[in-house]
Protein backbone atom coordinates (compact mmCIF):
# COMPACT_ATOMS: atom_id res chain seq x y z
CA UNK A 1 0.00 0.00 0.00
CA UNK A 2 3.04 2.45 1.00
CA UNK A 3 4.56 2.07 -2.58
CA UNK A 4 1.51 2.35 -4.27
CA UNK A 5 0.58 -0.89 -5.36
CA UNK A 6 -3.07 -2.67 -4.83
CA UNK A 7 -2.81 -6.58 -3.99
CA UNK A 8 -4.23 -7.78 -7.10
CA UNK A 9 -0.73 -6.14 -8.86
CA UNK A 10 1.23 -8.10 -6.52
CA UNK A 11 1.89 -11.94 -7.24
CA UNK A 12 3.10 -13.39 -3.60
CA UNK A 13 4.72 -17.03 -3.37
CA UNK A 14 6.73 -18.84 -1.04
CA UNK A 15 10.00 -21.24 -1.99
CA UNK A 16 8.62 -24.55 -0.61
CA UNK A 17 4.74 -25.18 -1.01
CA UNK A 18 4.39 -26.37 2.67
CA UNK A 19 5.16 -25.67 6.43
CA UNK A 20 8.32 -27.56 7.13
CA UNK A 21 7.21 -29.47 10.09
CA UNK A 22 9.57 -29.93 13.39
CA UNK A 23 9.57 -33.55 14.62
CA UNK A 24 7.57 -33.83 17.78
CA UNK A 25 4.72 -30.99 17.05
CA UNK A 26 1.43 -32.30 17.53
CA UNK A 27 -0.40 -30.05 14.50
CA UNK A 28 1.19 -29.86 11.53
CA UNK A 29 0.64 -25.81 11.29
CA UNK A 30 1.44 -25.24 14.75
CA UNK A 31 5.18 -24.88 14.47
CA UNK A 32 7.85 -25.11 11.43
CA UNK A 33 10.88 -24.95 10.57
CA UNK A 34 13.34 -23.67 7.94
CA UNK A 35 13.17 -25.57 4.88
CA UNK A 36 16.59 -28.04 4.12
CA UNK A 37 18.54 -27.34 0.37
CA UNK A 38 16.83 -30.71 -0.43
CA UNK A 39 13.72 -29.29 0.25
CA UNK A 40 14.00 -25.90 -1.49
CA UNK A 41 15.32 -27.64 -4.71
CA UNK A 42 12.68 -30.56 -4.78
CA UNK A 43 10.34 -27.00 -5.00
CA UNK A 44 11.83 -24.91 -7.29
CA UNK A 45 10.62 -26.16 -10.54
CA UNK A 46 6.90 -25.39 -9.53
CA UNK A 47 8.26 -22.17 -8.59
CA UNK A 48 9.84 -21.30 -11.64
CA UNK A 49 6.33 -22.78 -13.35
CA UNK A 50 4.72 -19.71 -11.17
CA UNK A 51 7.16 -17.01 -12.83
CA UNK A 52 6.80 -18.31 -15.94
CA UNK A 53 3.40 -18.21 -15.96
CA UNK A 54 3.14 -14.53 -14.23
CA UNK A 55 6.19 -12.64 -15.59
CA UNK A 56 7.05 -10.91 -13.02
CA UNK A 57 9.19 -7.66 -13.76
CA UNK A 58 11.18 -7.89 -11.03
CA UNK A 59 11.21 -10.44 -7.75
CA UNK A 60 11.59 -9.14 -4.09
CA UNK A 61 13.26 -12.29 -2.12
CA UNK A 62 12.20 -11.45 1.52
CA UNK A 63 14.61 -12.87 3.83
CA UNK A 64 17.36 -15.52 4.07
CA UNK A 65 15.34 -18.85 2.64
CA UNK A 66 13.64 -17.18 -0.07
CA UNK A 67 17.75 -15.77 -1.49
CA UNK A 68 19.00 -19.40 -0.67
CA UNK A 69 15.72 -21.25 -2.41
CA UNK A 70 16.08 -18.58 -5.56
CA UNK A 71 19.36 -18.24 -5.82
CA UNK A 72 20.96 -21.38 -4.62
CA UNK A 73 23.45 -20.24 -2.26
CA UNK A 74 23.46 -19.14 1.87
CA UNK A 75 23.81 -15.54 2.45
CA UNK A 76 22.74 -12.94 5.26
CA UNK A 77 20.44 -10.74 3.86
CA UNK A 78 22.74 -7.92 4.86
CA UNK A 79 25.03 -9.09 2.72
CA UNK A 80 22.72 -9.74 -0.16
CA UNK A 81 20.51 -6.65 -0.07
CA UNK A 82 21.66 -3.22 -1.73
CA UNK A 83 21.66 -4.60 -5.07
CA UNK A 84 20.13 -6.13 -8.40
CA UNK A 85 20.64 -9.88 -8.64
CA UNK A 86 18.69 -11.93 -11.18
CA UNK A 87 16.37 -14.92 -11.29
CA UNK A 88 15.65 -16.47 -14.49
CA UNK A 89 16.83 -13.23 -15.99
CA UNK A 90 14.81 -11.31 -13.83
CA UNK A 91 15.82 -8.40 -11.54
CA UNK A 92 15.86 -9.58 -8.31
CA UNK A 93 15.98 -7.44 -4.79
CA UNK A 94 16.68 -9.04 -1.60
CA UNK A 95 15.31 -7.78 1.54
CA UNK A 96 14.42 -7.98 5.20
CA UNK A 97 11.78 -10.68 5.97
CA UNK A 98 8.81 -9.23 7.76
CA UNK A 99 8.90 -11.40 10.47
CA UNK A 100 12.47 -10.00 10.85
CA UNK A 101 10.82 -6.43 11.13
CA UNK A 102 8.42 -7.63 14.08
CA UNK A 103 10.74 -8.78 16.10
CA UNK A 104 13.76 -5.72 15.22
CA UNK A 105 11.29 -2.82 15.57
CA UNK A 106 14.44 -0.38 14.22
CA UNK A 107 13.61 2.18 12.30
CA UNK A 108 16.80 1.97 11.19
CA UNK A 109 16.15 -1.85 10.04
CA UNK A 110 13.11 -0.68 8.70
CA UNK A 111 14.18 2.09 6.33
CA UNK A 112 16.77 -0.55 4.90
CA UNK A 113 13.64 -2.26 3.63
CA UNK A 114 11.47 0.61 2.47
CA UNK A 115 14.93 1.91 0.69
CA UNK A 116 14.90 -1.69 -1.05
CA UNK A 117 11.18 -1.27 -2.08
CA UNK A 118 12.30 2.48 -3.53
CA UNK A 119 14.49 0.46 -5.80
CA UNK A 120 11.71 -1.93 -6.77
CA UNK A 121 9.27 0.42 -7.38
CA UNK A 122 12.11 2.95 -9.74
CA UNK A 123 13.11 -0.44 -11.01
CA UNK A 124 9.47 -0.94 -12.32
CA UNK A 125 9.40 2.70 -13.71
CA UNK A 126 6.62 3.73 -10.90
CA UNK A 127 6.43 7.51 -9.32
CA UNK A 128 8.28 8.11 -6.03
CA UNK A 129 6.59 10.64 -4.51
CA UNK A 130 8.43 13.20 -1.46
CA UNK A 131 6.37 11.20 1.00
CA UNK A 132 7.55 7.87 -0.02
CA UNK A 133 11.45 9.00 -0.37
CA UNK A 134 11.09 10.37 2.97
CA UNK A 135 9.16 7.50 4.78
CA UNK A 136 11.05 6.70 7.85
CA UNK A 137 13.66 9.17 8.09
CA UNK A 138 13.85 11.48 11.70
Sequence with gaps: QAMGLRRDQVY???????RPRISGASEQGS?????TAHEMAMCLPYLQAEVAVVEPRAIVALGATAIE??????TSVAKARGEWLEFRRIP???TYHPSYLLRNESLTERRKLWVDML?????????IDEKQK?????
Excluded at 12 to 18: A, G, L, Q, T, Y
Excluded at 119 to 127: I, K, R, S, W, Y
Aim: hydrophobic share 45%; aromatic share 8%; net charge positive.
Design 119 to 127: AVMQQLGMP
Design 69 to 74: GLLGES
Design 92 to 94: LRA
Design 31 to 35: RNRKP
Design 12 to 18: ISNIVKF
Design 134 to 138: NFFKK
